[in-house]
Nanobody
């Protein structure tokens, strides 16, 4: 059974930082590319960042370039998203995503950037 445990979300002031974690089980984590998506109220889900199965290739949406860093630890079956210099427009539910032959989604963690 595929399961994800996402953590690290919360309320942060503009300019602050958060580190999201997503720990997976039930599939061969090291064989899957991993991504973070987000969905703000009344908006479509959008890709934030992605990382290859071995971690050697990363990509970012323009909204997060220079502020967000995606990484993974295959020994811990965990993918991370370090978010710095957060802005109110980063407020959203953040989801981890695993993709290879199948696609799996985490349950989401709320990030709220507000003063």
């Amino acid at each position: 059974q595929v399961q994800f445990v996402e953590s690290g979300g919360g309320l942060v002031q503009p300019g602050g930082s958060l580190r999201l974690s997503c720990t997976a089980s039930g599939f061969t984590f090291s064989s899957y590319a991993m991504s973070w998506y987000r969905q703000a109220p009344e908006k479509e889900r959008e890709l934030v960042a992605g990382i290859s199965s071995a971690g050697g290739i990363t990509s970012y949406a323009d909204s997060g370039k220079g502020r967000f860093t995606i990484s993974r630890d295959n020994a811990k079956n965990t993918v991370y998203l370090q978010m710095n210099s957060l802005k109110p427009e980063d407020t959203a539910v953040y989801y981890c995503n695993a993709r290879r032959f199948n696609t799996y989604w985490g349950q989401g963690t709320q990030v709220t950037v507000s003063s």
